[in-house]
């Protein structure tokens, strides 16, 4: 089955603590992206990926940082997590930049930082 | 700079009801790609149509339609004969070359459909 999958589904951290979100696509997508989603503020893009160790920043990308050293791979690092951090994450992953065949989404990561 | 309206906030309607979900978008680029996604109670976000600026010919898949035109920006998505499980967070969203197809969100509108 064509997806993105997303991991974990729910998290919950401590200031400061070092986390990854893994995001793994299985349909040789060259386009990846993580965007966060927030009560009245609306889904933010924060990094995305045009292709293999191609990766630039979105429109919130302070605190996080990516890599895609791989096509189907695209983690999302907070290296000194945050409260303000606390969001719902949403990794996307499409056949090209201009969605073609449309974005599909992962199942979303649910993270609370305390 | 793009920006996606979407003025209804939310919608009550009683099932098998017509209804029709507006959006308004802002671009300067004369190429551009529309979306239309559903997020449901469970919170994933499902993908319904993309359209490309130079297509402005109105969709149809079963219950669903959209109505792009480019001469008052809009691409309205009407669902007829709404069911309860139509009920969900529903987002147009835009991109374009000039922000490196950077995904616009609207704010969404949500959609309550009462048995």
């Known amino acids: 089955e064509a997806q993105v999958t997303q991991n974990p589904r729910y998290l919950i951290t401590v200031t400061g603590k070092k986390l990854t979100v893994t995001c793994s696509q299985n349909m040789n997508h060259e386009y990846m992206s993580w965007y966060r989603q927030d009560p009245g503020l609306g889904l933010r893009q924060i990094y995305y990926s045009m292709n293999v160790e191609v990766t630039d920043k979105g429109d919130v990308p302070e605190g996080y940082k990516v890599s895609r050293k791989e096509k189907r791979n695209f983690p999302l690092i907070l290296e000194s997590p945050s409260p303000n951090q606390t969001s719902l994450y949403f990794c996307?992953?499409?056949?090209?930049?201009?969605?073609?065949?449309?974005?599909?989404f992962g199942s979303g990561t649910r993270l609370t930082v305390v | 700079a793009q920006k996606v309206t979407q003025a209804q906030t939310e919608i009550s309607v009683v099932e098998k009801e017509d209804v029709t979900l507006d959006c308004v978008y802002e671009t300067r680029d004369t190429t551009y790609y529309l979306f239309w996604y559903k997020q449901p109670p469970s919170g994933e976000l499902v993908f319904l149509i993309r359209r490309n600026s130079f297509d402005e010919q109105n969709e149809i898949s079963g219950r669903y339609s959209w109505n792009f035109q480019k001469s008052t920006s809009s691409f309205n998505f009407t669902i007829t004969a709404s069911q309860v499980v139509d009920s969900a967070v529903y987002f147009c969203?835009?991109?374009?070359?000039?922000?490196?197809?950077?995904?616009?969100w609207g704010a969404g509108t949500k959609l309550i459909i009462k048995p």
């Open positions: 969203a835009l991109s374009e070359p000039g922000s490196n197809y950077q995904l616009i």
């Open positions: 996307a992953s499409s056949l090209s930049p201009t969605g073609e065949g449309g974005y599909t």
